[in-house]
């Protein structure tokens, strides 16, 4: 049996595979220069292209690109309306901003459960979590795989609830012929570099209400408008604008949105990499009993971002810690997405604990974040598959032994 790192043996990745990186090309740099070299370094045409190219890659019919992800779910809460005494129903399984969104508002996010094979939130825990409060649900497609909408649906059907879809982590995601940014009232998305594309720090909100996209539009850049539909004083001067609503500035800089522009037009490649990478892990990984991958019924349409694995650390023997850190050690750069977000202090001091949602808190006792991005070989991924498969064998030979 092969010594591992931890205890002193030869690392199976002789680098270290990070879980995300950019995937920055010569072309994605040349636009970068050329919006530097031009007139506009933000409010320009740069962004205006990045998001016709987001419209055209989710078929929405308004975006507005923000300076980032969280951005993009604060105004989504600020166009659905959400004020203080609301109740916002939230995936615990999330980045923390899927939450906090609401916070900013002054409302209240409510925590449902995760279902135990897809990982993402549960149409059932959903439903048992509303009240007379209930305003919107925030919805997260966890790792890039799509939530179950048509429940979701049906449920902000009957009850007038507004759908968020944050998809950060599903840029290229298709459902039932559909493509994410097309599916819920607003989806968000995020272009921090882990993500699918990227523009170092950029967001976008996407709708196919024209009522809502005049609203997010309006809270990303400072509450104000020169939109005669909107003004209330229609005959004033070229100068004139007003200030509606209490709005932010959230706006993208045009450097970013050329980067975007660049990036959205290599969408379909990474897309198909990240497929590919999938499929290979879920094979190999099919062959190891201890070890659970996220459930998805149509991978061929889901564009990932992330790759988890659930340990079955109790048949192993050992803490997810340990496997954690046997896997840095084989200089896999593993990490850990999410630690539920109801266990932050923050939110432990509004009143949450450990109970709430149980397989969501299951779920981050066991698992580990693979590497998934698209500098990735084939031989990386193997070498990753090979130091899962060399930990869970050690396991095995030595059930207690950590
Ligand atoms: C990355 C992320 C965000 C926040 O995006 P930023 O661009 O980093 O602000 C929100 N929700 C989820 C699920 C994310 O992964």
Redesign the pocket.
């Known amino acids: 049996m092969e010594e591992l790192a931890i205890n002193g043996g030869t690392p199976v990745s002789s680098k270290v595979l990070g879980y995300g990186h950019q995937d920055i090309n010569e072309s994605d740099v040349q636009a970068v220069v050329d919006c530097l070299r031009g007139d506009y370094l933000t409010c320009g045409p740069a962004t205006e292209a990045f998001e016709d190219s987001i419209k055209e890659a989710t078929g929405a019919g308004y975006v507005t690109a923000v300076a980032?992800?969280?951005?993009?779910?604060h105004v989504a809460c600020l166009a659905a309306g959400i004020k203080p005494g609301d109740e916002v129903i939230v995936s615990p399984i999330?980045?923390a901003?899927?939450a906090n969104c609401v916070r900013y508002c002054g409302g209240t996010p409510v925590f449902a459960d995760i279902d135990p094979k897809t990982w993402n939130i549960d149409p059932a825990s959903i439903c048992e979590k509303l009240t007379d409060k209930t305003k919107a649900i925030v919805a997260?497609d966890?790792g890039g795989v799509h939530v179950d909408s048509s429940e979701i649906r049906k449920i902000c059907d009957e009850r007038g609830l507004t759908f968020i879809e944050?998809a950060?982590?599903a840029m290229g995601t298709c459902h039932n012929g559909t493509a994410v940014g097309s599916i819920a009232d607003m989806t968000?998305f995020?272009?921090?570099p882990?993500?699918t594309i990227t523009t170092g720090?950029?967001?976008a909100v996407a709708t196919n209400d024209p009522e809502l996209g005049k609203m997010i539009e309006l809270y990303a850049k400072h509450g104000i408008t020169r939109d005669h539909e909107l003004m209330r004083e229609k005959d004033q001067g070229g100068w004139y604008y007003e200030q509606l609503v209490l709005g932010y500035n959230y706006r993208i800089s045009d450097i970013e949105a050329s980067l975007g522009v660049s990036q959205m037009r290599r969408l379909g490649q990474f897309g198909d990499r990240r497929k590919q990478l999938v499929a290979f892990y879920n094979e190999q990984f099919a062959k190891i009993p201890e070890v659970q991958f996220q459930q998805d019924a149509t991978p061929e349409d889901t564009v990932r971002?992330l790759y988890c694995l659930k340990f079955d650390t109790e048949a192993l023997g050992v803490t997810r810690r340990f496997i954690f850190d046997a896997l840095r050690a084989e200089n896999i750069g593993v990490n850990v997405h999410y630690l539920p977000v109801y266990l932050l202090p923050y939110y432990k001091d509004l009143g949450h604990a450990r109970g709430d949602c149980p397989n969501a808190e299951d779920y981050y006792d066991h698992c580990v974040t693979l590497p998934l991005h698209c500098g990735l070989t084939d031989e990386d991924a193997q070498c990753v598959v090979d130091a899962v498969a060399k930990i869970v064998e050690w396991c095995r030979a030595n059930r207690g032994a950590e």
């Open positions: 980032n992800g969280t951005a993009a779910l999330t980045f901003a899927s997260v966890f944050d950060a982590h968000t995020s272009f921090h882990v993500k720090e950029g967001g971002h």
